[in-house]
């Protein structure tokens, strides 16, 4: 007897592949888990767009996982999150430019 849609009867048993930044232990003990509702609360709020506000829930849920060990610790800026105030602080060191003492 074979399966339908397949010639021959063969079944395809596929591999699953693991994540690519390794394993993803689950919450079991929910302590991230009001973070990350909030979060979802705020993608629904405001119709699937992450913006600044939902993105801090993001970070915050992120940092989270990362202090309970449910994930390996990493900087913010490699999952994907810029930090303002160094771009403000980059900015704001720019050398004075004196044109006083010209002329």
Do not use: W
Not at 49 to 71: A, F, H, I, P
Not at 87 to 97: D, E, K, L, V
Request: some cysteine.
């Amino acid at each position: 007897m074979s399966t339908p849609g397949s010639p021959g009867g063969r079944q395809i048993v596929s591999k699953p592949n693991p994540p690519e930044r390794g394993s993803f232990p689950l919450d079991h003990d929910a302590e991230c888990q009001p973070i990350m509702k909030q979060y979802l609360r705020c993608l629904r709020s405001h119709r699937g767009v992450n913006d600044d506000e939902c993105r801090g829930l993001s970070k915050s849920y992120l940092q989270c996982r990362m202090e309970r060990n449910l994930m390996a610790p990493d900087s913010m800026r490699n999952l994907g999150f810029q930090e303002k105030e160094a771009s403000i602080a980059s900015n704001s060191q720019r050398p004075p430019t004196d044109d006083a003492g010209k002329g």
